[in-house]
């Protein structure tokens, strides 16, 4: 398990970023329009290991979305930054 995490949803027709709550074992949101594209980001650390995940909603709806890691470079992870302003 990550020992830090942090989880963003982006809503792409919104042009918005909003920070997901965490709670035990999940992240979690509310008021956010139904039926709209959308990614979620999860960042987290393990010691000296950084991890990135990133996964497409073709539409958000009432449910729960697995988002794999894998180890990533700092380098890397600026990259995948950048092209979300794209």
């Known amino acids: 398990p990550l020992i830090e995490k942090a ?3 982006i809503l792409d027709r919104f042009n918005t970023v909003v920070k997901l709550f965490q709670g035990n ?4 949101t509310f008021n ?6 959308a990614s979620i980001l999860l960042i ?5 290991f950084l991890y990135f995940g990133q996964k497409k909603i073709s ?3 009432k449910s729960i979305y697995y ?3 894998e180890v990533i470079s700092t380098v890397a ?5 950048r092209q979300l302003n794209n």
């Open 67 to 69: 988002v794999p890691v």
């Open 59 to 61: 539409s958000i709806c």
């Open 32 to 37: 956010i329009p139904e039926n709209v594209k």
């Open 7 to 9: 989880a963003y949803l």
């Open 77 to 81: 992870l600026k990259h995948h930054f």
């Open 25 to 28: 074992k999940y992240f979690s």
């Open 44 to 48: 987290g650390t393990d010691g000296d």
